[in-house]
Every structure is written in structure tokens, then in C-alpha cells.
């Protein structure tokens, strides 16, 4: 039993790991705007794509991360911890926050900004206001993606302490720091990967 607790937090804590997809299409989407041209067909399909798709796979590692979360628990200590435990039943909550915040740039932001771009090919011109069209969209998604990167961190944070507790003062000062990092990824590049 003990090999399949530990095989279940390897998977437990991957998943997560993967599941900092909004770190990456915050850097993509930041390197995207350092071309300078405010649209070219194939930069900005590539980057839609690539947040699109992104989508698919987070959900996947969303779902192993709760499915691994209650095995641990119903392997280990019994699935009673996940309302006695308020580490695991926080992480437990953001979880679905994430869940549904990724829920909402799929199914209402993206398509959205997809039916903006079906309206333009590589031969076509591009229309006047597309991108003004395009921006509030994809402004709103950009600090819903810095919100959930915080989210993420937050939960990892937690996560780290569902057994061993730190220290709460070390717990708020590094909460606090996952909320500047995130706001630093939002506005830069971070091209030293901290700053
Ligand atoms: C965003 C969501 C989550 C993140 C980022 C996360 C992260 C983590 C991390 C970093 C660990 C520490 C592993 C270690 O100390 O070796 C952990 C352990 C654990 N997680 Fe999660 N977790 C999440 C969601 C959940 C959920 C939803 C549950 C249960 C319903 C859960 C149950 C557990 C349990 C029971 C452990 C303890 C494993 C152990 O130390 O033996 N987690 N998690």
C-alpha cells in the first residue's frame, strides 16, 4: 500500500506542476506583444492555439490533481480529513475555483476572440477594428490567467503543509510573494526566470 500512496503523490504532485499552464501562456502571450505589430495572422493564430489547446490539457491535469488528492485521502487517513484538515479543504475549494475560471476563458472568453479571428485569413486584409475588437477579451483573460497562477502557487503553498504545518507569519509572507510574482509575470517577461 505504502509503493501506491507514494506512486499516487508522484502523480498528485506532476499533475500540479503541469497545471502551471497560465505561467507559460503568460510568457507566450508577453513574447507575442514584444513583435511589436499589433496583428499578424500567423503569430496570433499560433498563440490562440496554443492557449486553446492549453485549456484541454489543464482541465486533464486539474482532474488528476483532485482524483490523486482523494485517493491520497481515501488510501491514507480516511476521506473525513477533507472537512477536519482546513489545508486540504482549502486547496480542495481553489481547486474548483480554478476549475471554473478555466471554465470560463474556454467556453465564454475564447470562442469569443475565435469568432473574431474565423472573420480573417493569411490573404485577407485584416479589418480596421479587430483589434480593438480583440483587446478587451484578451486583457480580461490575460489577468484571469495572473489570477490563477496565483491561485496555483497559493495551492502549492498549502499543500506543502497538509501534515507538517510552517510557520503562518512564513505562510503569509510567501502568499504574498506568490501574488508579486504573479503581477511581475503579468507585466514582464521575467527573462531571469524569478524577475
Ligand atoms: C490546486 C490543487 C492542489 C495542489 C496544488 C496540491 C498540492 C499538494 C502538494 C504540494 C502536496 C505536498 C506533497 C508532499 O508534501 O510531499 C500535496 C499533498 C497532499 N494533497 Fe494536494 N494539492 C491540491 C489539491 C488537493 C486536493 C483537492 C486534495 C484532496 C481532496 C489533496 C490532498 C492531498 C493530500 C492528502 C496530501 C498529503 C500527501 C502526504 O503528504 O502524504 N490535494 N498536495
Redesign the pocket.
Known amino acids: 500500500m505504502d509503493v501506491f500512496?507514494d506512486l499516487l503523490?508522484f502523480l498528485?504532485?506532476m499533475s500540479?506542476v503541469f497545471?502551471t499552464v497560465p505561467l507559460f501562456n503568460l510568457i507566450v502571450v508577453n513574447e507575442r506583444s514584444l513583435l511589436g505589430v499589433s496583428f499578424n495572422y500567423y503569430a496570433d493564430r499560433y498563440m490562440e492555439n496554443i492557449i486553446k489547446h492549453g485549456a484541454y490539457r489543464c482541465f486533464v491535469f486539474?482532474l488528476t490533481?483532485?482524483v490523486?488528492?482523494?485517493l491520497?485521502?481515501l488510501v491514507?487517513?480516511g476521506i473525513k480529513?477533507?472537512w477536519i484538515n482546513w489545508i486540504?479543504l482549502v486547496?480542495?475549494v481553489?481547486?474548483f475555483i480554478?476549475m471554473g475560471l478555466l471554465s470560463y476563458v474556454h467556453f465564454k472568453l475564447q470562442p469569443k476572440i475565435e469568432l473574431l479571428l474565423s472573420n480573417v485569413s493569411p490573404d485577407s486584409s485584416v479589418p480596421d477594428n479587430l483589434v480593438t475588437q480583440l483587446k478587451p477579451y484578451r486583457i480580461r483573460r490575460k489577468w484571469l490567467a495572473t489570477f490563477c497562477l496565483f491561485?496555483?502557487i497559493t495551492?502549492?503553498i498549502?499543500?506543502?503543509q497538509?501534515?507538517v504545518r510552517y510557520n503562518l507569519l512564513l505562510t503569509i509572507v510567501l502568499v504574498a510573494l506568490a501574488g508579486v510574482f504573479s503581477l511581475n509575470v503579468n507585466k514582464t517577461l521575467i527573462r531571469f526566470g524569478w524577475v
Do not use: A, N
Request: hydrophobic share 60%; proline share 3%.
Open positions: 500512496y503523490k498528485h504532485v500540479f497545471m486539474q490533481v483532485l490523486t488528492g482523494i491520497l485521502l491514507g487517513p480529513v477533507l486540504v486547496k480542495t481553489l481547486l480554478l491561485l496555483v495551492s502549492i498549502l499543500g506543502l497538509v501534515y
